[in-house]
Every structure is written in structure tokens, then in C-alpha cells.
T-cell receptor, first 114, second 114 residues
């Protein structure tokens, strides 16, 4: 079945540690996205990538980094510079060739900083 | 810049009553609009999308939405609420101008009262 796989689903981190969230898709989509979700704030865009080896900052990129070395993969690193990293993180992909194409989402990763 | 505004962070309806969730958009070019649903600790699932083909759009689970350019609105409706409709609903917009950035509203939590 085609889809998006995020791992891990739950992650605990101590302050000062970097963590990497995995996102893999087998939908052959060009564009991939990372969103952060906090209660009452909806989804806020962290980074997005339209093609391999290219990505753009979203609205809240500070304290995060990404890479796009393969079409299928778009990992997100939450660095120690992120002031309040506890949140629910959602990865999504979209067919880049169709402007009307919708986003397909993974099941999310919940990060808790202890 | 494109944006969407969802009026009402919480909406309560009785089972069998009309569901109306409001979304207004702001866009300098013709927009593409989407409604998504999210159940607790899960990713988002597409309910329906407007891509300029028809102003009244029918989606899954009996939901529909009407694009009204004069009111810059894309409200989501369902004639009769079911207990299984209790979830959080998000409106989203993509500009038709070629950018791949997808912007979400802050969400509306729907409560269905037996």
C-alpha cells in the first residue's frame, strides 16, 4: 500500500539533545512537508521540499533542520536550539506536478522533552 | 500572502443536527481550498477539495462545502451529525500561482452530543 510512514510515533528527549524524526513515502511524490501541531494553533509549516536536494524554510524553521537526499525521504532534526520542542510533528507529501493535488499525511510523531 | 480563518475553535451539535464549520480565505490569486479531518493522535485525512471545477463540492462521510468568491468563504456542512463525526477539522489553502506552500487554519473541534 502506498503511503507515508513516520517514526518513531512517540519520542522522549532530554533537554540539550538533538533528535531526528523519520519520514518516508512511497507515493512517488515530488513535494514533502513538515508541520508542527500545538493545541489551538493548528498546523505550522517548518520546512518543505519541492524536489530532491532542495528545501525551503517555512514559518517556524528556527531550531530545525532537514535534508532531502532521496525522493522518498525527508528527515527532520529537532536541534537543541529549538526552545520549545514538545509538540506533535506531521510529515506530508504532495504530487508536485499537480497544483490541485492534496497533501497526504503520515500518522505523526509526538516528541516530549523531559 | 494566503491565509485561512476558521471561526470557532469549538463547535457542539446534537446528534442528527446540521453541522456547519466556517472557513474564510484570503488570497491574491484564485485559491485551491481543502478540508481535512483529524482524529486524536492521528494524521490528517482529506474530506474534500475545491479546484475551480465546481463551486459545490461533495466529500466523504456526507460532508460538502460551497466555494463563495463574493464572501471569500468555503464553509463545511453536513445535514445530520453522527457521533463518529467528533474530531478536529482543518481548512487549508494553496495558491494557484505556482507556489507549493500549503497554509492551514487553526482548526475547529467538533463535539457531537448524544
Amino acid at each position: 500500500d502506498g503511503g507515508i510512514t513516520q517514526s518513531p510515533k512517540y519520542l522522549f528527549r532530554k533537554e540539550g539533545q538533538n533528535v531526528t524524526l523519520s519520514c518516508e513515502q512511497n507515493l512517488n511524490h515530488d513535494a514533502m512537508y513538515w508541520y508542527r501541531q500545538d493545541p489551538g494553533q493548528g498546523l505550522r509549516l517548518i520546512y518543505y521540499s519541492q524536489i530532491v536536494n532542495d528545501f525551503q524554510k517555512g514559518d517556524i524553521a528556527e531550531g530545525y533542520s532537514v535534508s532531502r537526499e532521496k525522493k522518498e525521504s525527508f528527515p527532520l532534526t529537532v536541534t537543541s536550539a529549538q526552545k520549545n520542542p514538545t509538540a506533535f510533528y506531521l510529515c506530508a507529501s504532495r504530487s508536485g506536478g499537480r497544483q490541485t493535488g492534496e497533501l497526504f499525511f503520515g500518522e505523526g510523531s509526538r516528541l516530549t522533552v523531559l | 500572502a494566503q491565509s485561512v480563518t476558521q471561526l470557532g475553535s469549538h463547535v457542539s451539535v446534537s446528534e442528527g443536527a446540521l453541522v456547519l464549520l466556517r472557513c474564510n480565505y484570503s488570497s491574491s490569486v484564485p485559491p485551491y481550498l481543502f478540508w481535512y479531518v483529524q482524529y486524536p493522535n492521528q494524521g490528517l485525512q482529506l474530506l474534500l477539495k475545491y479546484t475551480s471545477a465546481a463551486t459545490l463540492v461533495k466529500g466523504i462521510n456526507g460532508f460538502e462545502a460551497e466555494f463563495k468568491k463574493s464572501e471569500t468563504s468555503f464553509h463545511l456542512t453536513k445535514p445530520s451529525a453522527h457521533m463518529s463525526d467528533a474530531a478536529e477539522y482543518f481548512c487549508a489553502v494553496i495558491n494557484s500561482g505556482g507556489y507549493q506552500k500549503v497554509t492551514f487554519g487553526t482548526g475547529t473541534k467538533l463535539q457531537v452530543i448524544p
